[in-house]
């Protein structure tokens, strides 16, 4: 059974930084989150494969950016320049290979508020 154990979410005032972190119970292609906000579908942040090729959404672009240490399974979200709009619960995922499902993470709430 995969697990994957989140942490880093929390309260930051606009214009502030976090960092979420997503260790996995094993190695995947591809790795990333995902958000939900109140009343919205989730969305994807930003997916990075085991060879380093990212991808993100274009309201992210600039401001965020996924990572991962494939030694520890574990992908990372540093994210900057915070805006109120960026409050939802993230979501880690992770797919074992290019295309088919995958696993999703408990989520972690990220709330922008001053």
């Known amino acids: 059974q995969v697990q994957l154990v989140e942490s880093g979410g929390g309260l930051v005032q606009p214009g502030g930084s976090l960092r979420l972190s997503c260790a996995a119970s094993g190695s995947f292609y591809v790795m990333g989150w995902y958000r939900q906000a109140p009343g919205k579908q989730r969305e994807l942040v930003a997916t990075?494969?085991?060879?380093?090729?990212?991808n993100y959404a274009d309201s992210v672009k600039g401001r965020f950016t996924v990572s991962r240490d494939n030694a520890k399974n574990t992908v990372y979200l540093q994210m900057i320049s915070l805006k109120p709009e960026d409050t939802a619960v993230y979501s880690c995922y992770v797919r074992k290979y290019l295309s088919g499902g995958g696993y999703w993470g408990q989520g972690t709430q990220v709330t922008v508020s001053s």
């Open positions: 990075i494969t085991s060879s380093g090729t990212t």
